[in-house]
């Protein structure tokens, strides 16, 4: 399958990674010609929207700092507005290899929805204590949820096809884990076709990370309780259910 980049649009997530956005939007363009590059600055104190601008990305700008799950609908939203047919989600800090971009959009062809799984066989990135604890469980509940094995359920890498695409512009949710788990959730009760491929990670080219050894602790708590209450949501009339 020859992959073709015109229809797609990156979309990146920033709050304060003035010191990576740059060079990853540099690595987007130069490793996928013709692909289009959205930014969202989710309320950013420092010089991202300065440094992604410059590197050429289109950015829009939240008010207020919303989340990855916010900065995303934004991003579906403008796919829609703007006729991308794809759109891939990648980390701003540079975690994401632009490289894995054409499997995930090669692995659109028969599916809706595919993750790039850090724990599927390539690479060497690992989690320890209760983030691991959490991604274990979960990866067992969402695999049956989605009639799919799933080794990764909170990656950040992910392509999405026209019919996610279009779904997600209304239903992605903002909340904590929600651009994950609930969007797993959402997807698969909407009949998505959801798999996964293997994809490699690299460590954070600047910034801070979003996780300190406190928040990681209360992780697990927080994942089965998002889990929790992503499988008690009702469906709504835009996830393809009824009211």
């Known amino acids: ?9 990156i979309v990146m997530p920033a709050f304060n990674e003035e010191a990576s956005v740059a060079d990853v939007v540099t690595e987007v363009f130069a490793a996928l010609p013709g692909v289009g590059c959205l930014v969202v600055d989710d309320g950013s104190t420092d010089a991202t929207v300065a440094e992604a ?16 799950g916010g900065a995303m609908r934004l991003g579906f939203r403008y796919a829609m507005d703007h006729g991308f047919d794809n ?8 975690q994401h290899d632009p490289g894995n971009v054409p499997a995930l959009l090669e692995g659109l062809a028969s599916a809706d929805l595919v993750i790039g799984a850090r724990f599927a066989g390539q690479g060497d990135y690992e989690v320890r204590g209760p983030r691991r604890w959490a ?35 209304v239903t992605y949710p903002a909340e904590y884990l929600g651009d994950t788990i609930e969007a797993l959730v959402i997807g698969a009760r909407a009949g998505l076709v959801i798999r996964q491929l293997p994809a ?22 927080r994942a089965i309780l998002a889990l929790g209450f992503a499988l008690v ?6 996830e393809g259910g009824h009211p």
């Not at 399958?1 to 649009?9: A, D, H, I, Q, S």
């Not at 601008?53 to 990855?68: C, D, E, Q, S």
């Not at 992910?158 to 279009?166: E, F, I, L, N, W």
């Open 1 to 9: 399958m020859v992959v073709t980049f015109e229809r797609t649009l």
């Open 53 to 68: 601008t410059a590197a050429g990305a289109i950015v829009a700008r939240l008010p207020f700092n919303l989340g990855v």
């Open 87 to 94: 759109v891939v989600q990648i980390d701003s800090d540079g």
């Open 135 to 169: 991604m274990r469980v979960l990866a067992v509940i969402l695999s049956r949820t989605t009639g799919t094995k799933l080794t990764d359920t909170t990656s950040g890498l992910k392509a999405s096809g026209p019919r996610a695409v279009r779904l997600f512009s």
């Open 200 to 221: 490699s990670m690299r460590p954070r080219a600047g910034g801070t990370p979003s996780h300190n050894p406190f928040k990681a602790a209360l992780y697990l708590g």
């Open 233 to 238: 949501r009702p469906t709504t009339v835009e």
